[in-house]
Structures are given as structure tokens and as C-alpha cells.
């Protein structure tokens, strides 16, 4: 497989020349009736994004999902000769967001750091990386700017440079022996040897020592292709990194799943933590996963944790690490001083 745009953004302009070209005949002759045109190709002029917008919205209303996909698309000027295209309902969903579009062209994201605590020791031994805004005209919820980019053709560019910048920032303010869990889309990762050499090569750039990086399969994503993430997996092991699997015990991130992948580290969702200490249904639970994850060699981690109870419970059965706003929230730089 192909990455699709996991390195340039194609710029939309804001006037110039809309190209669209089929290898459907019969769709260029109906594409060039609906706007009275003819020719070999589709070519119409506009004066604005206003215009442009307005010319998009005619073709969506006009052809089916189908049909609409075998149109690729480019902005020109009157000198280019030839533009990267890409397919139409792609090029439309960016049209309709070019603030995110600008956020990932101008990179306006960083990193924040949540702690990760030694359940037993009570001391920091991690951080989870999260993406924030850095500019309050191009805010961003980050599950809204992710599901933007799945919808434009841009997963993989973002997933990537979403890595890319927590590699960085944790260079800046973590020192070695420090784990940092970074999250990543299996799904953006159509080939490992290729779609992971900029992480890798960021790793080398900021002189991270790669034993102290966890990758984390996020939450929103479903194993669907337990093979594919396999070789992930060992792409990042090869490498001297470690891989987490995120929501055990909901969805997708069954028992099995943890069998068949064996991370390093593995994360019991919060629904699991939350008043544990006086749930037996979730403490039966959380010890028979504490047991399997022991007998594999599987560091535990337990998310949510918004009460001491809640920590002591989990300690007390084996689960040896902890994360959660009762620790500290996300934050610009670590934090070393928590909550005891």
C-alpha cells in the first residue's frame, strides 16, 4: 500500500484555476454539461474560495459518493502545467476546513505532558503526550482536527507529525530514563519500513534514547488486521522502543487481543477504574487482568484516576502503574512536583 499525503499538504489557492480529471468518459462529459463546458478536461476559472466552494458544492450535490471518488482535483494558476491532484471528496472536506488545513501545514500544535506514576514508589517514572493548540486563532479539539484529517486523506500526515512533535518536546524536558507514551494510528502505518522512517529519523535528530519511547495504539482506533499491527509492533521493538495497547478491557482491546500482541505495556480503561474500591464486579475484573497481564510479563498501567482509593486498590492487587487528574493534568512542562 501507498501513503496518501503522509508528507505535503497540496496547497488549495485562493483563486486561480479548478482542474478535475476521470477515467470515466461519460462522468467528464456530465461534469463539463453541469457547469456548460466542453473539452478533454475540466477546467473552470474562479475569483475566490467563495466561488470555489460553490463550484464543489454543485458536484457533491450533483454525483453520487461513487462517482465522485474517481475525480481527482487541483488548484491551478494560469503558468502551472500540472498540480498533485487528489480525489475529490477529499479536496472538498479540505476546502471546508482550511483552518485545520492551516494547522497542519504551519505545524501549529505542540505537546502536553501527563505523569505517569510508579503506583508503589509514588514517583513519576512516565508521561503520556498529548496534542494541544499553540495559537488561540487556530484552536483545535484534537479528536476533531484527527477525525478531519481520517476524512480528508490527511491521517497519515498528522499522525506522523503529531509523533514527530512529541519526540521533540520531550527532548526539551525529559531527561533519559523517563519513559514518554506516544499515541499513533495503526491505520496511518500502511507500510512500517516506510510510513515510521520519519519517526525513526526524528528519534536520531533530538538524541532520544529509543528505550525510553512507548508507542500506544489510541483508543479511537479498532484492531481490525491483527497481523498488520504485529509487524508494527516489531518495527518499533527492532528499533529498541517499546508498544502499548490502550482500553483493556472495552471494545476492541479484549484478553485475546493482549494474548495475541503481547505489548509491553497495556492500559485498563477508566470505566474498569473509576470507584473500584467499592465496585466487586470491577475488582474481580481488574485482578483477573492483573493475573494474565503478571503471568505475560505485561506491564500494567490504570487510567483515570481521580482518587487515592482508587490508586491504593489498584497497587494492592499488582497493577503497578498509574495516570489521572488525582496525579496532575496535562500540562506545557512536567511535573515533577504531584500530588501525594
Not at 50 to 78: E, Q, V
Not at 267 to 276: E, S
Amino acid at each position: 500500500m501507498l501513503c496518501n499525503n503522509c508528507g505535503f499538504i497540496p496547497k488549495v489557492l485562493p483563486n486561480g484555476i479548478f482542474e478535475i480529471t476521470t477515467p470515466s468518459p461519460i462522468l467528464l462529459e456530465s461534469l463539463n454539461a453541469l457547469f456548460n463546458l466542453s473539452g478533454e478536461s475540466f477546467l473552470i476559472p474562479y475569483d475566490n474560495l467563495t466561488d470555489l466552494t460553490d463550484i464543489c458544492s454543485r458536484i457533491d450535490d450533483h454525483f453520487s459518493s461513487n462517482a465522485s471518488k474517481t475525480f481527482s482535483c487541483a488548484t491551478l494558476t494560469l503558468r502551472d502545467d500540472k498540480k498533485p491532484a487528489i480525489a475529490f471528496p477529499h479536496f472538498y472536506v479540505r476546502l471546508q476546513n482550511l483552518n485545520y488545513i492551516t494547522i497542519m501545514q504551519e505545524g501549529l500544535f505542540t505537546a502536553h505532558m501527563q505523569p505517569i506514576l510508579s503506583l508503589e514508589r509514588n514517583e513519576t517514572v512516565a508521561y503520556e503526550f498529548l496534542l494541544r493548540p499553540t495559537n488561540d486563532h487556530y484552536s483545535f479539539q484534537p479528536f476533531k482536527l484527527f477525525e478531519m484529517a481520517q476524512n480528508s486523506g490527511l491521517q497519515s500526515f498528522l499522525d506522523s507529525a503529531a509523533r514527530t512533535k512529541a519526540i521533540e518536546i520531550s527532548s526539551k524536558f525529559l531527561p533519559n530514563g523517563i519513559k514518554r507514551f506516544i499515541n499513533f494510528l495503526p491505520s496511518s502505518i500502511y507500510d512500517p519500513a516506510h510510513c515510521l522512517k520519519t519517526t525513526f529519523r526524528a528519534v536520531e535528530d533530538y538524541n532520544v534514547n529509543p528505550g525510553d519511547l512507548v508507542f500506544e495504539v489510541v483508543e479511537t482506533e479498532q484492531i481490525q488486521r491483527i497481523d498488520h499491527l504485529k509487524k508494527i509492533f516489531t518495527s518499533y521493538k527492532q528499533e529498541g522502543m517499546k508498544v502499548a495497547l490502550d482500553d483493556l478491557g472495552t471494545g476492541y482491546a479484549t484478553k485475546e487481543i493482549l494474548l495475541a500482541l503481547k505489548p509491553d505495556y497495556a492500559k485498563i480503561d477508566r470505566q474498569f477504574i473509576d470507584q473500584c474500591y467499592r465496585d466487586r464486579s470491577k475488582q474481580d475484573a481488574l485482578r483477573e487482568i492483573a493475573k494474565l497481564a503478571n503471568e505475560e510479563g505485561i506491564q500494567l498501567l490504570a487510567e483515570g484516576i481521580e482518587r487515592k482509593e482508587e490508586a491504593d486498590f489498584c497497587n494492592d492487587i499488582g497493577i503497578s502503574l498509574g495516570q489521572g487528574y488525582y496525579f496532575g493534568k496535562p500540562s506545557e512542562k512536567p511535573l515533577f512536583h504531584l500530588h501525594t
